[in-house]
């Protein structure tokens, strides 16, 4: 909330937040982790009118229900919620009961809507971004006018919008709203209900991809209980998913390293032979080379397919609320607090680049330290993320190294056959001369007769 404004404030019938009150201790002090809530009553009375806050706060979902009962007072008071705090100019908008689309204010105009769905403060959709969301619960959530009326027990809204954006709420003088404040962000907005509201939020295609991966997981933990095991099926089933594609990338990958050697003797035959016929025969013997290796360099770009899966599959973890433990983690949307998992990601980094670099040491040396300034930010990943990353990587250095040999199987058969001419004898008898033939690829020599010098 925005510097010396006050949440929550109440306002009205005698009722000012800037004036002083006669306050009581909190009461009701309540914390159940299991149950993510958090229980406190404030009461205070004020010229003669008594409000009474019944205040459940749900950390995990950033939602707050606050029950307010106005007695000795007016039959309506105003709840003020101010606007977000490094918000300039925030988005505020307010979708009236059985409305198709929502009301936003202009600039720093004030617009009134009667009996609300929900009201909103929002700023522009990122993983900073925050929002507050006002919901109204019990009889004022199903309050429906018998005619053209307003219904008495409505949450009716004005909002003012730019840099002093605000929400003022008129409610009953009992009351029951249910207030969002936290991200502006598709997984926590679908996590704490927010999702599906009309207006409030227009996922992208990542965004859209994001929805799928959540809901099957919550589909996988309703058949196995707990979201360490999600996480690794969820890989495990992503993987075999994007097994093809990946294979058709590790493939070039292999094949780019079975040529290198080659690659680095064309290289080096036409490194001071500069001109154009110089070029285009290096060109054409490159091109030889692909074919001799069934190589397609275009075979590389299949790894850009499942980018969009593996970039809302990022999003999801790292946005989604585990509420829950696995192994020695005390909490997967946390990071490691022993940093177990960092060193293992390290470790497994650097073992799929070994496996990826293999024929080409300097290369690996160069890229290698490239992991330390990962590791910084493995330390500060939550924990479900490190873990998904280290299963998939585990899992695709399996298959490089399947790859690898299918490879270097395959590309055997291309050794160059030699004639290496026999040792020659002392004797002058006119006994058939030899030849060895040696297969480089096979591995396996043959000795035929040479023909006679009759």
Not at 135 to 164: I, K, L
Not at 186 to 197: A, E, M, N, T
Not at 426 to 442: E, F, L, R, W, Y
Request: charged share 15%; net charge positive.
């Amino acid at each position: 909330m925005v510097g010396t404004r006050k949440a929550l404030a109440v306002q009205g019938g005698g009722l000012d937040p800037a004036q002083p009150a006669q306050t009581q201790p909190p009461t009701g002090l309540t914390t159940d982790v299991k149950a993510n809530r958090q229980d406190a009553v404030f009461r205070y009375v004020q010229n003669g009118v008594t409000v009474t806050k019944t205040v459940t706060l749900h950390p995990r979902n950033f939602k707050v229900d606050v029950r307010t009962e106005v007695t000795g007072g007016p039959q309506r008071v105003n709840l003020l919620f101010p606007g977000l705090g490094k918000a300039d100019n925030p988005r505020v908008q307010a979708l009236a009961r059985g409305g198709a689309q929502p009301a936003a204010v202009q600039g720093s105009g004030q617009l009134k809507v009667d009996n609300i769905q929900y009201a909103a403060l929002q700023e522009n959709p990122s993983q900073v971004a925050h929002a507050l969301i006002i919901r109204p619960q019990g009889e004022s959530a199903s309050a429906t006018p018998a005619s053209g009326d307003t219904p008495t027990d409505a949450v009716n809204v004005t909002m003012t919008g730019g840099a002093q954006g605000l929400i003022t709420a008129s409610v009953p003088a009992s009351s029951n709203l249910e207030v969002y404040g936290g991200r502006n962000e598709l997984i926590h907005l679908y996590q704490s209900g927010y999702s599906d509201l009309p207006g409030l939020f227009k996922p992208n295609f990542f965004g859209q991809i994001s929805l799928y991966i959540v809901k099957f997981m919550e589909w996988l933990y309703g058949l196995i209980g707990n979201w360490g095991l999600v996480l690794v099926v969820l890989t495990i089933v992503l993987r075999a998913a994007m097994w093809p594609l990946m294979q058709a990338q590790g493939r070039s990958t292999a094949r780019m390293q079975a040529m290198q050697p080659r690659m680095r003797e064309l290289q080096a035959k036409y490194k001071d032979r500069k001109d154009v016929d110089s070029q285009r025969a290096m060109q054409a013997e490159m091109a030889q080379l692909y074919r001799d290796y069934n190589f397609n360099p275009a075979g590389c770009f299949s790894s850009f397919v499942p980018f969009p899966i593996l970039i809302a599959l990022w999003s999801t973890i790292r946005n989604f609320e585990f509420d829950s433990g696995f192994l020695w983690l005390p909490d997967l949307a946390i990071p490691d607090p022993f940093y177990l998992l960092a060193l293992v990601y390290l470790i497994v980094n650097i073992g799929q680049l070994y496996v990826m670099t293999r024929k080409s040491p300097e290369m690996f040396r160069q890229q290698a330290f490239i992991y330390i300034i990962f590791l910084y930010f493995a330390l500060t990943f939550p924990a479900g993320v490190t873990i998904y990353i280290i299963l998939s990587t585990l899992i695709g250095i399996v298959q490089q190294v399947i790859i690898n040999k299918q490879v270097e199987k395959e590309t055997a058969n291309l050794g160059v056959q030699k004639v290496v001419p026999a040792a020659p004898t002392s004797s002058k008898a006119t006994k058939p001369q030899k030849a060895v033939i040696a297969d480089k690829g096979n591995k396996t020599t043959k000795v035929i007769d040479a023909p006679r010098k009759d």
